[in-house]
């Protein structure tokens, strides 16, 4: 006949996350982790603020939004 196995339930009794899981989404990245998105799919909506400003006034005086990208890579894990 078959065998049955005994053991731990595959689903947790407590819906909610421990709090060690909630402080590691929290935390976010890790420093030396690498970016899961290439960094031309990163910070779409500051990529498209930034290069939209740089085609009608130059990049000269765009450097508010060029500086908010680069936060936002930053944020996500790029080094630039």
Same mark, same amino acid.
């Given at each position: 006949?078959?065998? !049955?196995?005994? /053991?731990?339930?595959?689903? $947790? +009794?407590?819906? =909610?996350?421990?709090?060690?899981?909630?402080?590691? !989404?929290?935390? /976010?990245?890790?420093?030396? $982790? +690498?970016?899961? =998105?290439?960094?031309?799919?990163?910070?779409?909506?500051?990529?498209?603020?930034?290069?939209?400003?740089?085609?009608?006034?130059?990049?000269?005086?765009?450097?508010?939004?060029?500086?908010?990208?680069?936060?936002?890579?930053?944020?996500?894990?790029?080094?630039?």
């Amino acid at each position: 006949m078959g065998h !049955v196995e005994v /053991g731990m339930p595959l689903q $947790s +009794k407590s819906p =909610k996350p421990s709090a060690f899981s909630q402080n590691l !989404v929290a935390a /976010g990245p890790a420093p030396d $982790s +690498k970016p899961k =998105k290439k960094i031309c799919c990163a910070c779409p909506d500051t990529k498209r603020l930034r290069d939209e400003c740089i085609v009608q006034h130059g990049e000269a005086t765009c450097e508010k939004w060029i500086e908010a990208h680069k936060q936002c890579l930053r944020a996500v894990g790029f080094k630039v």
